[in-house]
């Protein structure tokens, strides 16, 4: 159980770390980086959905939503929407 726990915060940390390298990489391209951020945050939800933690037998939390938040709070409605979208499409295929 803690390193279900552990494995969801460095998968925030890293998140976080790459946010801010494609913070740099793209500087004068706002769309693009909007794009990009959108299917960071999409993977990271993924991965965060493969390592569920089990709160009750059958009760299961993901840090799915989390994620998606600080997408639409770092990047806006786009990245939102992308990182939706690909957490839904693996959500369906589970």
């Given at each position: 159980m803690p390193s279900v726990l552990i494995h969801?915060?460095?998968?925030?940390?890293a998140l976080t770390s790459?946010?801010?390298f494609f913070l740099q990489q793209f500087q004068g391209k706002p769309?693009?980086?909007k794009f990009v951020?959108?299917?960071w945050f999409g993977l990271?939800?993924?991965?965060g959905m493969m390592q569920?933690?089990?709160?009750?037998?059958?009760?299961?939390f993901d840090g799915r939503a989390i994620i998606i938040g600080l997408?639409?709070?770092?990047?806006?409605?786009?990245p939102a929407s992308i990182s939706?979208?690909?957490?839904?499409?693996?959500?369906?295929y589970l």
């Open positions: 969801n915060l460095v998968l925030l940390i790459f946010y801010g769309r693009s980086f951020i959108g299917i990271a939800a993924i991965a569920p933690f089990e709160l009750y037998e059958g009760l299961f997408a639409s709070f770092f990047g806006g409605w786009i939706s979208l690909l957490s839904m499409s693996y959500r369906i």
